[in-house]
Structure formats: C-alpha cells, structure tokens
C-alpha cells in the first residue's frame, strides 16, 4: 500500500511539474507606431490582458505604442533581431520582403470589410504569411486600421484637380508613392514618428489615414481639411520575430496564435465602430470634412487605374485573380 501511495505521489508531482512548464514565464515587448486609443493600439492591450489570463499570468505583454521603440522599419528589424518579440503595422508594407503583400495597397478596390475578413482570414491570408518565416517574422493575425483618408492644409479637396501640387506624406512603400503621383500630388515618405513636426512647420501640406489615427496622433490640431477618399482599405499583420518564435514550446505557440486571432474579431469590430466616431470629433474641433461626390471619386478611381495595372502585373496571378473576383473589380 505504501508503495502505491508514493508511486501516486510521484506520478502527481510529475503531472504538476508538466502543467508548470506548459507556459514559462515570459515577457513580450509588443510595438507599434501607433498612438493610445486608436484600434490597432486597443488591440494590443486585449491581446495583453487575454494572454496573461490564459497562460495563468506565465505569458506577459508589454505594450509600447506611439512609436517610442522606434519607427515601423526599425522594429521589424529589431524582430528581426530578437531585440523586440511583436508588432503590429500595416501588412501592405511587407511587399519590402514579399511583394504580394503589395496587393493590399492597390487604391480604391477595397470597399467591403466583410469581403476583407473573408480574404485576410482565408488561403489569401494564410498564404502570405506562409512566407514570412523566411523573413526572420512570423504572421500570427490580421487586424485592421480601416479605411484612409486625406487631409491638408492648404485647399479642400472636392475634385481629382484639388489634389494637384500637394506635398502629402506617404509611408515608405513604393505603390502608394506611385498612387499619389499618378493622383496628381507631390508624395513625399517620411517616418510616422516626424510626421506631426512635419504638418505643424510646413515640411509637407498634408498626410492620409484613419480617422481614428488622425485623432489619436491629433493631427487635426495641425491640418484643416479632410477629404473622405476610402482610397485605402488598411490591414494591419500581427507580426512575432522568429528568433523569439524558436524559442518558445508548442503549447505557447498555438496559445499566442489563438489570442491573436481571437483578439482580432474584436479589434474589427472596435476599428470599425471607431471610424464614425472619430470623424465626428475631428469635424466637431473644427476641421472642415469634405465627402466626395460619385463622380469625383469615379475621376480618381480612373486615374489611378495605370498604377494598379503595373503592380497587379507583379504579383502572383493566382492571388490576383482571387482578389480580384472577390472583391468584384477588373481592369479595363
């Protein structure tokens, strides 16, 4: 009896050692550009809260926003690296190490959210992020930013002709510097993290994005008027740097996965409920909010149609076939 008791005892220790190192303790350091309370940003923070609950508070979650580990480019390195373990940024923005990625910034296609969750959570989405790992990243999830639009500073923007001559910030991605130009702009890339010095001092006349990151980032202190374009519909990846990835066990790896891909139904529903209100709270400090009518947004959908076709081309023809039909465009 006492022999079966101790091999019981034994065999209880052992169980209890294997559930203790199920999840070791952690912590992440989570970045992202963007500021406190804009979705992206309220995303991280469920991801954090929702991790450290399931993991028994093993797995911990430090949220850095507003850009303090440093700009966009600089932290994937640093993923890269294994100095910073996640972020969140704009998956468009990862056609630097894989191209394809390009085909989530083709302007004014993407009018359907619903359409996008479908593609983003589906083979579409699963596989692009397939080919990270050989990026030293790993893609966990696809949130959202949303919708962009465009502001400035120095005319309301009614018409494809309103856009000619300004100097708008664009992010470091060679599509979108091609859209603006073909728009009739000046684009000018530059690092999120000078962007608002740039607009107050007059280094560039406008930017384009979110209404929640206008508002977040307060860009509306420095910018006058905004022009609802919809040119862009953003995703935003949910990125792991694989030096961190390879060290963890199987348990939090499927964990960390299931978050982030939990946590992104409710980021989607916060960004998209955060459009509208955002918007409101711009025009209510006074900006002056132009919606443009079908005829001016026909005129620019057409004049960017040259850039689409020259990146489409780039892209592997399978997954632009499949965007294409989904989200019901064709060039002509």
């Known amino acids: 009896m006492k022999r079966l008791v101790g091999m019981a005892m034994a065999l209880a220790l052992l169980v209890g050692g294997a559930e203790a190192q199920e999840y070791q303790n952690r912590t992440i350091k989570f970045a992202a550009t963007g500021q406190e309370g804009t979705p992206p940003v309220l995303g991280m923070h469920i991801f954090a809260e929702k991790l450290a609950e399931r993991s028994g508070g093993k797995l911990n979650t430090r949220v850095f926003s507003n850009g303090v580990l440093g700009g966009d480019v600089q932290v994937l390195s640093s993923l890269q690296g294994g100095v910073v373990e996640m972020m969140v940024w704009n998956a468009g923005n990862m056609i630097a190490q894989e191209k394809d990625f390009g085909i989530f910034d083709l302007p004014f296609i993407y009018q359907d959210a619903d359409v996008m969750d479908r593609l983003l959570d589906g083979e579409v989405g699963k596989s692009l992020t397939d080919k990270l790992p050989a990026h030293g990243v790993i893609g966990l999830a696809f949130w959202e930013q949303g919708f962009r639009l465009l502001s400035n500073n120095r005319r309301e923007v009614h018409n494809l002709s309103d856009i000619s001559g300004l100097k708008i910030r664009v992010q470091q991605n060679p599509l979108l510097a091609d859209m603006w130009a073909a728009l009739g702009a000046n684009p000018t890339p530059l690092a999120i993290t000078e962007l608002y010095t740039a607009l107050e001092t007059g280094a560039v006349d406008g930017q384009e994005t979110t209404a929640p990151f206008m508002l977040g980032s307060k860009y509306y202190e420095v910018q006058k008027y905004i022009t609802v374009t919809r040119h862009n519909y953003n995703p935003q990846i949910v990125l792991i740097g694989k030096p961190f990835w390879d060290q963890l066990n199987d348990d939090e790896k499927a964990l960390i996965i299931e978050v982030a891909r939990e946590t992104a139904i409710e980021q989607r529903k916060i960004s998209r409920e955060a459009q509208t209100t955002a918007l409101d709270k711009i025009r209510a400090a006074g900006n002056v909010v132009t919606d443009l ?21 780039t892209f592997d023809p399978e997954l632009t076939k499949t965007v294409f039909e989904a989200v019901g465009f064709s060039l002509n």
């Open 293 to 313: 009518d079908p005829a001016a947004l026909a005129e620019m959908q057409k004049a960017v149609e040259p850039v689409i076709e020259k990146y489409a081309k």
